[in-house]
């Protein structure tokens, strides 16, 4: 990977990097590889310090992909837990209802369409890529 840090080991861990789309946005997310499915399962996707979790990105914005946006090489399964005031927080305690994305119809911060990752909120119903915890799960391909 570009930071000379690995984003994916067979060794489950944290991880962080910063979004390789024009936003720059500094985040940490759990991850552990695959092998034998060259991806790599990731959760716990959210900004670095406000904990603030991440939806994929809408691609018809954007000329990258979520997991390219990460630093992978592709989307293999975007996975989504339910998120906002009328889901719940999916685990996530710092900065509740906001989300890092790039669509948004109705926020109150960052409304509409964008080319890049921006904090957005406040959710009432909205998706982000995965639990706190790990139980719903998404996966990038590694080669």
Request: glycine share 12%; hydrophobic share 30%.
């Amino acid at each position: 990977m570009e930071l000379g840090t690995a984003l994916c080991s067979e060794i489950e861990q944290d991880r962080s990097g910063v979004t390789r789309d024009p936003s720059a946005v500094p985040y940490k997310m759990r991850a552990v590889l695959e092998p034998s499915a060259e991806r790599c399962a990731i959760w716990a996707v959210r900004h670095a310090t406000t904990d603030t979790p991440f939806g994929g990105l809408a691609t018809s914005y954007i000329s990258i992909n979520t997991c390219q946006a990460l630093g992978f090489i592709d989307d293999n399964e975007l996975n989504g837990c339910s998120y906002g005031s009328a889901y719940g927080n999916c685990g996530y305690t710092s900065d509740l209802y906001y989300r890092y994305g790039n669509a948004c119809g109705g926020c109150t911060l960052n409304d509409g369409m964008y080319d890049r990752y921006m904090r957005q909120g406040y959710m009432s119903s909205a998706g982000v890529m995965s639990t706190m915890s790990g139980s719903v799960r998404s996966y990038c391909t590694t080669e």
